[in-house]
């Protein structure tokens, strides 16, 4: 009888097709799940004009979709640990995807705000979910990294929401961007088949064959055996799965964790929802200020992509520290008066140490919890984090009616960047979290190429 260590041959596999499966279907959720919800701050503008509405109505019904994802996180996370995390993804994507689409068909705030609430549902489920499938798959010193490459998919999806934007609102009027929602459900059959499920689940529920199925994809050298023993490292649960997030040495570190999610969502969603419309205020026009959401977004991708290859190498927390004072140093400066490239680079700037630092800590959370307790705790990390989130489209909607000027717009979101930063400092660090160096970024991204 030959003893499998789990753990370690996927610490030690080498990234193949197996990996950039894994990483392309976690990805392509995720592109949906940022264009559904990025996709409101490019009708904020007008829906506000053809509904009549208050930038406090504005920014409560870009909150209604946050309070869903607040209760998905909560609930799909911990879910995922009994039924598995891909059949928790493939609900949460049916979700999400069927009330965006119906967003379309909304004839009052009162419709849509629902439909944003139990879309929400879904977003909130994905995420945790997602995040971890793919550090779990993902070889030791490639987490980060390819967490991060992931997670970008949801700054594509802010572009492409911000892009479609601008050529569909003009010609086939606010509802036609919702309705390219749909695209995933027609995946689904695939993501059936091709998305692997949890290792550590498929473990747990004794389906041994699989295992070997996936193990030998993980590494092409391995050939299962049915006398072959697995083993994976599993700490063995005591008591409520969320009580765990705080025995361990874990409280402390668990209330900062909250703390940084709760302040980089308020920044990530706020300018998320408000950027056109403070822009628009400041004298550009409605497409010129979409625009700008799609520069945000798209120095998103460079940040989470830096950042992962920076966690990989140096320490995770501190990155992310480095990445809020940036943040910090961007927004301040936009209130002042630039030429337009300067505008352009300070915004992505900000896009790229806000949303992508945000994607770094989803990484930096999964690797923080052991393997029994990720889902939960990356999912209540998501969700306590919410109320950051929500704060941050109705705080803009507060100060988008005392008519301040710009400057004072982007200070009050540079503010949390600054909490962020003080409590990712008492955040203890681990073993899981400082990751090792086996190769360098050129040659992934040379392997990534050939494959």
Known sequence: MRSININRMIDESKFNRFHGLVLFWCAFVIVFDGYDLVVYGSVAPVLM??????????????????????????FFGPLADKIGRKNVIMICVVIFSVFTVLNGFANN?????????????????????????MTEYSPKSLKSLLT?????????????????????????????????AGIPLLSLP??????????????????????????????????PQKDDHYE?????????????????????????????????????YGLNTWLPKIMEQAGYGLGSSIMFLLVLNFGAI?????GGWAADRWNTRNVMIIFFMV????????????????????????????????????????????????????????GIGRWGAIMGPMMGGFLITLNLPTQQYFLAYAIPGVIAAIALGFVKQTNASKQAIVQSFNEVASTIKEK
Do not use: H
């Open 302 to 306: 460079f940040g989470a992509v830096f």
């Open 49 to 74: 004009k053809d509904w009549g509405l208050t930038p406090i109505q504005t920014g409560s019904l870009a909150s209604y979709a946050l309070f869903g994802i607040m209760i998905g996180a909560l």
């Open 232 to 268: 994976m490292i599993i700490p063995a649960k005591t008591g409520n799965t969320v009580a765990q997030l705080f025995k361990g040495g874990r409280a402390l570190s668990t209330v900062m964790i909250w703390i940084t999610f709760s302040m980089c969502l308020l920044m990530m």
């Open 148 to 180: 991060t490459l992931m997670f970008s998919g949801y700054c594509v999806g802010g572009m492409l929401s911000a892009a479609l934007g601008i050529m569909l609102i003009p010609n086939f009027g606010w509802e036609s961007v919702f309705f390219v």
């Open 190 to 223: 695939l993501m059936y088949k091709y998305m692997p499920e949890s290792i550590a689940f498929l473990l747990a529920k004794n389906k041994t064959e699989e295992v070997g199925k996936i193990l030998c994809k993980v590494n092409p050298a391995y050939t």
């Open 109 to 133: 705030p009162t419709e849509f705000g629902v439909f944003r609430f139990l879309a929400g549902l879904g977003f909130g489920g994905v995420m945790p979910n997602a995040v971890a499938l």
């Open 327 to 382: 943040a910090v140093t961007a927004l301040t400066l936009l209130g002042f008066k630039f030429n337009t490239f300067v505008l352009y680079a300070l915004i992505a700037v900000a896009g790229a140490t806000t949303t992508g630092t945000q994607i770094i800590a989803y990484a930096f959370a999964a690797q923080y919890y052991p393997t029994e307790i990720r889902s939960t705790g990356v999912g209540w990390a998501s």
